[in-house]
């Protein structure tokens, strides 16, 4: 799908997203929107909404953002409806189905605050806060935001394992990217250990309750050791210190001993890469933020949030 029929999936999918809320709400609602992406950060769009969200979710015809929830949040006081979306931490990848077996990214949802008040019940909707949806194949509400899980400590033994590993930082954030060895026997190569604290301030919320993410539980984890998929810290450290490359994706190139490269896409998050065969983090010389856009960039591969308790 080239960007000229992505926009036309944008437009099309604003007005399946209102029809939705009038479905639920069972009243006819207007045609005029207000768009915000949601999170303490981000202002509302009033014009060019189209562009705005293509922009975010369409990199190029091979890297598209697999899953935006999208949908109405509130109705303002201009009379305008503000739609609201996110995007999931998932990388880039061609154009296709989405875990609802849609075609394309896009999860359309309606605010409960907003049917609250589509029927005279006061509940104000703000971006900073928990916001509470339903989507079309759900029959309740769900809460994927800023509801506190239990998120045990760290073992003397576990905090053992990763100080003998050296962590990265994206500002006020510290990432041990490990191996994981689960208590069932089970290993798993790329896992992001981080504290709660500041994990909730930089993405907003729990990793077990964004479909975006896939997470492990502390309490079932054996021990960590260091992770053959990582990158060095020094190199992660550059890119996160390079910021992204657009809005919710990096693209890098890293530059191996032997001379040759390879470019990557990814994320907000660095730390593991598809090393090619035979090459692993020792062979890692540099990294070059933003380059590689026309090299086929390779996705990272598969990894998890473990979370401890601050």
Request: charged fraction near 25%.
């Amino acid at each position: 799908m080239n960007r000229e029929e992505f926009s036309t999936l944008v437009t099309t999918t604003l007005e399946e997203v209102v029809r939705f809320a009038e479905e639920k709400a069972a009243q006819k609602l207007p045609r005029k929107f207000v768009f915000q992406w949601l999170g303490r950060a981000n202002s509302r769009i009033m014009d060019n909404i189209v562009e705005r969200v293509v922009e975010r979710v369409f990199i190029d015809e091979e890297h598209i953002y697999p899953c935006v929830d999208l949908g109405v949040a509130d109705l303002l006081e201009d009379g305008s409806l503000l739609i609201v979306g996110n995007v999931s931490g998932h990388a880039p990848r061609p154009f296709g189905r989405n875990w609802t077996g849609r075609e394309g990214p896009f999860v359309p949802i309606v605010g409960i605050s907003f049917l609250n008040k589509m029927a005279g019940v006061q509940d104000d909707f703000s971006p900073d806060r928990p916001f509470h949806f339903i989507t079309a194949d759900m029959s309740k509400a769900r809460t994927p935001w800023y509801i506190r899980p239990h998120i045990p400590r760290l073992s003397g033994k576990l905090r053992d394992d990763l100080s003998a590993i050296t962590p990265s930082t994206d500002a006020d954030l510290t990432y041990w990217p490990c191996a994981a060895r689960m208590k069932d026997g089970t290993v798993l190569i790329c896992v992001y250990v981080v504290p709660e604290g500041p994990y909730i301030r930089h993405w907003g919320v729990y990793p077990q309750q964004d479909r975006g993410k896939s997470y492990i539980s502390l309490s079932d984890v054996g021990a960590f050791a260091e992770s053959p998929g990582r990158l060095p810290a020094r190199f992660a450290d550059k890119l996160y210190k390079s910021g992204e490359s657009g809005m919710g994706y990096t693209i890098f190139t890293v530059v191996f001993a032997d001379g040759s490269r390879q470019a990557y896409v990814t994320g907000g998050a660095v730390d593991f890469i598809r090393y090619p065969e035979g090459k692993g983090p020792t062979d890692v010389i540099d990294v070059l933020p933003h380059e590689g856009r026309n090299a086929e960039p390779v996705s990272s591969p598969e990894y998890y949030w473990c979370l401890f308790s601050d």
